[in-house]
């Protein structure tokens, strides 16, 4: 994607802009700090080739987890150009302390629902994603997470019959332990890796980019543990609220699958060999 000229930023609801600085926001949208004359910062998100309604699921989130926890404040969204753009708060990262964190997340997973999915669907690379309400867990995340996945997988390649023998007797396993556990729809960020938390402020702990959805608490756990960055007192945290039990490791491996297949349909066979050694355990 190619940076966008200074007339574009001319055309933002935003006064007396001064400056328009290109910063990191992940690989899927342009980013930009922009300070304006009275010295105010804010980010901005552009998603080109996109109408507005591009980043109405991230607003939701955004608005949804921000009433229970410290998010972003979305300011401004809209349409320029072609190029759907979402204002944001500017936060000066510090420092913190993940027992803060933990107790965060876990006053999130409190947050609970009567239906699994969320109000708007969400556009990926891959692909769209589900989020259509529905009362069964088993059925929101084999038929609106896992089959979609595993077909775009197929489409580029990355899919073969040794991983869809596996699969299938993972969904098995997994199915036939949830029918028998009942699930509360919890409010999850959706993609909890250790690049969308942040402190900021008063050292507080920030959630940001979420993929907001409501469904198993353990299914944002999983994300916590495939790349790294969350420390103990994270987890002792989290523990105190919803104590881990000695078969947490086993059920979280079919959701680490999701998001290791996901990488895995985003950048290829290098993530291969780590979405076989789960499918190796079943």
Partial sequence: ?????????RKLPLTNITTVKS?????????YQVITKD????FIKVQPHHNQDYFNHEISGLNAIGKIINTPTPIYHGEIDGNAYL????????????????????????????????????????????????SNWVDFYVHQRLEPEVEAAAKRGYWNKWRQEHYLQMVKQF???????????????GDLWAGNFMF????????IDPDAVYGDREFDLAMTTIFGGFDKSFYHAYSQIFPFDDQLDERLSWYRFYYLCMHLILFGESYGSAV???????
């Fill in 1 to 9: 994607m190619n940076n966008l000229d200074t007339s574009w930023f």
């Fill in 87 to 134: 204002i944001l708060n500017w936060l000066d990262e510090t420092w913190g302390d993940q027992t803060d964190l933990g107790y965060a997340v876990a006053k999130m997973h409190q947050h609970y629902n009567d239906k699994f999915g969320f109000t708007e669907n969400h556009q990926t690379k891959a692909l769209i994603k589900n989020n259509t309400w529905t």
């Fill in 23 to 31: 910063v990191s926001g992940g690989d899927i949208n342009l980013a």
């Fill in 200 to 207: 900021a402020d008063n050292h507080e702990p920030y959630l």
């Fill in 39 to 42: 010295e105010k910062k804010f």
């Fill in 276 to 282: 076989d050694r789960i499918l190796g355990q079943y």
């Fill in 175 to 189: 199915s036939n332990f949830y029918h028998q556990h009942q699930v509360k729809p919890s409010l999850l960020h």
